[in-house]
């Protein structure tokens, strides 16, 4: 596939390190991801509603609300989106309730962004793309699409 028609994914990152997601650099210099860093819980809560983003992460330990308490005040308005728990360490109970809240997937840092790469999130509403990017429903497979488009992605 031809670089420019490479569609780009938006991630919103909720977490008071934002230094810790330095690893997808290569991926934001090659105009393939653009990140929105929130570092408190109650200004993710502003800026939910509405959001337009692909993915979601947060981390369980924000400085001023739990990042568990914080997902399940933004259920209704990310009930479309894709949201990745994140933590610095790991705790059975904390993906437990992570997964009943409707969480997509539990992680742990660092986050590593090839397996990012090839992850397919749920095929969710259309999206407003520029003429030469393909529609996120034309590139589908059993309901999904990909996050970052791999070489197997080509048509």
């Given at each position: 596939m031809h670089r420019s028609r490479i569609p780009m994914a938006h991630a919103v990152v909720v977490d008071s390190h934002p230094h810790d997601f330095a690893l997808f650099d290569s991926l934001i210099d090659a105009g393939r991801l653009t990140l929105?860093?929130?570092?408190?819980?109650?200004?993710?809560?502003?800026?939910?509603?509405?959001?337009?983003?692909?993915l979601w992460m947060i981390n369980i330990d924000l400085a001023d609300?739990?990042?568990?308490?914080?997902?399940?005040?933004?259920?209704?308005?990310?009930?479309?989106?894709?949201?990745?728990?994140?933590?610095?360490?790991?705790?059975?109970?904390?993906?437990?309730?992570?997964?009943?809240?409707?969480?997509?997937?539990?992680?742990?840092?660092?986050?590593?962004?090839s397996w990012l790469a090839t992850l397919r999130l749920p095929a969710k509403r259309a999206r407003e793309t520029p003429v030469d990017r393909p529609?996120?429903?034309?590139?589908?497979?059993?309901?999904?699409?990909p996050l970052f488009f791999t070489p197997l992605d080509d048509p």
């Open positions: 929105d860093f929130i570092t408190q819980g109650r200004a993710a809560l502003r800026q939910a509603s509405g959001s337009r983003a692909d609300i739990s990042g568990l308490d914080l997902f399940e005040m933004l259920a209704r308005d990310l009930d479309q989106t894709p949201v990745f728990m994140v933590t610095d360490r790991y705790r059975a109970d904390d993906e437990v309730r992570s997964l009943q809240l409707g969480a997509t997937k539990y992680l742990c840092k660092p986050v590593a962004y529609s996120p429903s034309t590139v589908t497979g059993m309901g999904y699409k």
